[in-house]
């Protein structure tokens, strides 16, 4: 009898770490059921829709954040450089090139899933497209590092991982049947703090 009573419980709470770790790990990232990928920058353009997957209900729920409806455009994240090492704060980064045609995007720092709030007044971790300056050609480029740098500049924190979520406004990338003509921006590491 006590035997039989251990053996249920020890099933009981196999099944609960296995099913609650599961469901965790399966929602703790945006998913990769229908994305969109551009030079590394991935996208969901189902998730604005009136039916997402399942996941990505689950994602956003867990996560608290709102996804933009279709209409309104679409939201890529990025969590690596160019040579496909995972993005570190104590490492300077440029971030080169355009985007897509969009009415406005905006570019910002994500930490856990999540924006990043400055430490203090005056650092930017976030920026849009009105706000940088551009090349006479109309491309840009934008430093991701620890300490302030010239022109365009990101504070990602002083150390660990972190990515980059790059929504396009009122674009038509969604429903573009080009998409191997669309430029996406570059970013290249240029060195590490202790390299």
């Not at 249920?8 to 059921?33: K, R």
């Not at 551009?134 to 990101?154: E, K, S």
């Not at 990602?156 to 979520?165: D, E, K, N, Q």
Request: hydrophobic fraction near 45%; proline fraction near 7%; glycine fraction near 10%.
């Amino acid at each position: 009898m006590i035997r039989d009573l251990s053996t249920f419980l020890y099933g009981v709470a196999l099944a609960l770490v296995l099913g609650i770790g599961s469901a965790t790990w399966a929602t703790g990232n945006l998913p990769f059921l229908g994305t969109l990928a551009i030079n590394d920058w991935h996208a969901n353009p189902a998730i604005g829709t009136n039916n997402p997957d399942p996941y990505s209900q689950a994602y956003f729920s867990r996560s608290g954040g709102l996804p933009l409806a279709a209409a309104e455009g679409l939201a890529f994240v990025r969590r690596i450089d160019d040579d496909g090492e995972t993005l570190n704060a104590r490492c300077t980064y440029v971030i080169e090139g355009d985007t897509p045609g969009a009415r406005l995007w905006t570019l910002y720092v994500l930490r856990d899933d999540a924006p990043l709030a400055s430490p203090r007044e005056g650092v930017p971790v976030a920026l849009h497209s009105g706000s940088i300056l551009r090349f006479r050609d109309g491309d840009f480029d934008i430093r991701i590092a620890p300490l302030p740098q010239p022109r365009n500049w990101l504070f990602a924190g002083a150390s660990g991982p972190f990515a980059l979520a790059l929504s396009l406004y009122d674009t038509a990338i969604g429903s573009d049947t080009g998409l191997a003509d669309l430029r996406m921006p570059a970013v290249r590491k240029l060195g590490c703090v202790n390299d």
